[in-house]
């Protein structure tokens, strides 16, 4: 049997209506969670992709001195090819590296002046098989190979970095997930009292015959519809935070956190991903109220 | 129709409901439901309905066993069914063609079929003029009549009517009763648990009493107390009074007179 579109929209938004304020802590509740996990996605995905940019995904930097003659860079390619820890590698000539210096140095205007081209070092990027060694492979560059100015790893404070973003996601998630379980227990709520306002509805439909799921779906759907309006309001949230964290470091000019700015597309796997999670937290508090307060 | 072989039901701690219940009742018949409170009429209308399943025995409605009946079935069961309550149960904030309708609605009927339906059915109860009142603008009469024509409405093969005059003044009930048999004149069976001695009196129709779970008595064209010959068991009034009485009350207007002093001779219980 088909449950009528219209009699389910009719009964959902009168059951939201009558329960308004019930419904509205339910709805801020999941938006002011899925915003903090929103929040942590965004947050995680920025800083991994600055720190992807500030070290290039690079482990490992062999600097050769501006002046290393074609042979000595030959030699240390062939260096770093029998290296076995060392799984890729790319070089940047003058003209390249001095490209790379400049984005990296839009900060301080006068350290770009003092370099052209021809003096800023080219550079060996390297991967390595597991960056843990990068420390003892770049001491076998650092030992007077001929023509090499230095080879770098990426610096300590970038890690203790990643290490701070990564507790500071773990305890964003930790509140976002308490808030979802409270959210989901106010849905569940909300719908119990829907279900006890209902209860003369309720009663007539199982004695004229209406099928359990015929009873069943506009509390399912009123659970959903709060579940998916949070979801809604936080992904407002979550892209107006994206939008201000943006213009305040276009405002100060502040190109090194140029990659904190998501594209677009990263944006909207997260908006999606918090609508889908404030969907599944509408319809299961939803359907644990059903089965618990509405035996049909 | 509806048969019961041997059922038994109990709740916890308490004495039977209901204990070895074993009776028949035909597609069309009229079957009053008597005895005192407890006596398990409830229980028996309960069964009927699978708000409860009995314990040992079982229940066939038009040919299943609803005892077995597996649990999304049981809407269709129900569809079969039509109820009627003392406390009518409409739906307060709804019209009447709303409450009626909303019977047909919830079954997912089209809504041609339900206007259709539900003006009929108005049409028959009496209230083809009252369809946009509120319930609470009606009498008790009237809003047990809204009641009947949303039991009546999808054409169950049965109606339950838990006593549905147990609200009502002896007039008003007449004017039920009425109804009611111009359903079972329809062939719908029509099984009715009541207290109203006047209204068993005078219909003369089977009579099945229980008395503690126990069916005590089945008894065609049978009164509300148990007798064993006329002159007794209508207290004095003969029975060709009684059946004029009926004649009278199935045809002519109610009388509330009339009631009121075969009560009074009956020395009203």
């Known amino acids: ?296 | 129709m509806i048969r019961f072989d041997n059922v038994t039901k109990s709740y916890k701690g308490q004495p039977p409901a209901l204990g070895g219940i074993s009776l028949e009742i035909q597609k069309g018949e009229f079957v009053f439901l008597v005895g005192s409170s407890g006596s398990g009429k409830t229980t028996f209308l309960r069964l009927l309905l699978r708000e409860a399943v009995p314990d040992t025995g079982a229940i066939w409605v038009a040919g299943r066993n609803i005892g077995e009946l597996s649990h999304w079935r049981v809407p269709s069961l129900r569809r079969n069914l039509g109820c009627v309550f003392q406390d009518f149960r409409l739906l307060p904030n709804k019209t009447v063609t709303e409450n009626v309708a909303f019977a047909l609605e919830v079954i997912g009927r089209p809504r041609n079929v339900i206007s259709n339906q539900v003006g009929q059915v108005l049409e028959l109860v009496g209230l083809g003029q009252k369809g946009d009142r509120m319930p609470h603008e009606l009498s008790g009469g009237e809003q047990q009549r809204v009641a009947i024509a949303r039991a009546f409405v999808n054409r169950p093969l049965v109606i339950l009517a838990d006593e549905p005059t147990g609200n009502l003044d002896p007039a008003t009930s007449q004017g039920i009763m009425k109804l009611l048999d111009r359903i079972n004149r329809t062939g719908t069976t029509v099984v009715m648990a009541t207290h109203d001695v006047g209204i068993v009196d005078t219909m003369r129709r089977r009579v099945i009493e229980l008395d503690r779970g126990r069916l005590v008595r089945d008894q065609a064209r049978g009164v509300y107390g148990a007798a064993e010959d006329m002159t007794t068991s209508t207290r004095g009034v003969p029975a060709v009074a009684v059946a004029a009485g009926l004649d009278r009350m199935l045809g002519a207007e109610p009388t509330t007179g009339r009631v009121a002093a075969v009560r009074a001779r009956r020395g009203q219980r």
Request: charged letters at 10%.
């Open chain 1, 1 to 296: 049997m088909a449950v009528s579109f219209e009699y389910v929209a009719k009964e959902t938004a009168t059951n939201l209506w009558r329960n308004r304020m019930m419904a509205l802590a339910a709805i801020l509740t999941v938006a002011v969670s899925l915003s903090l996990v929103g929040t942590a996605l965004l947050l995680r995905q920025a800083v991994n992709r600055q720190i992807g940019q500030w070290s290039n995904n690079v482990s490992l930097q062999v600097f050769m001195d501006a002046s290393a003659s074609t042979g000595q860079i030959a030699n240390v390619r062939s260096t770093i090819a029998q290296t076995p820890q060392i799984t890729h590698c790319t070089y940047l000539d003058h003209a390249q590296s001095y490209e790379q210096a400049k984005k990296l140095l839009a900060s301080s205007p006068t350290a770009i002046e003092a370099l052209t081209p021809a003096t800023t070092p080219t550079v060996f990027r390297c991967q390595l098989r597991n960056p843990s060694e990068a420390a003892t492979v770049s001491a076998t560059f650092n030992g007077g190979v001929p023509g090499v100015y230095q080879a770098t790893s990426p610096s300590q404070s970038i890690r203790v970095m990643q290490q701070v973003t990564n507790v500071l996601q773990v305890i964003l998630l930790v509140i976002a997930i308490v808030l979802l379980v409270s959210s989901l227990v106010l849905i569940l709520n909300a719908i119990r009292m829907a279900i006890f306002a209902r209860r003369r509805e309720v009663g007539v439909m199982k004695l004229v015959g209406a099928t359990n799921w015929f009873i069943r779906v506009p509390f399912m759907l009123e659970g959903l519809v709060q579940g998916l309006l949070g979801a809604l309001v936080a992904a407002v949230i979550v892209l107006l935070s994206n939008l201000g964290v943006g213009y305040l470091i276009r405002h100060y000019k502040v190109s090194v956190l140029g990659s904190a700015v998501l594209p677009a597309h990263d944006l909207v796997v997260t908006e999606l991903l918090v609508v889908l999670i404030g969907l599944v937290v509408g319809v299961a508090g939803s359907s644990v109220a059903v089965r618990r307060f509405l035996d049909v």
